[in-house]
């Protein structure tokens, strides 16, 4: 049930310290913060990957800006 997962997500997402990583958000969305990282792995070759990060929000920005 999309309703509960998204409760549940909400709950999680609350802890200013928390991690969360979610596997195909779409359901999610209006549970997410303002502020997060997008993070999009796309398949470029049969042993090779392409990751994109994309900071939505000013405290997601800094984490982005540390990682480089």
Known sequence: DNDMA????EEIITDPEAVVA???SRPFVEA???DFLRIIL???G???R???VVAHGPQSLQVLEALK
């Open 46 to 48: 049969d042993d090779e």
């Open 6 to 9: 998204a409760r549940e997500l």
């Open 50 to 52: 392409a990751i994109e």
């Open 32 to 34: 997410v913060r303002d």
């Open 42 to 44: 796309r398949v470029t």
């Open 22 to 24: 979610v596997e195909w």
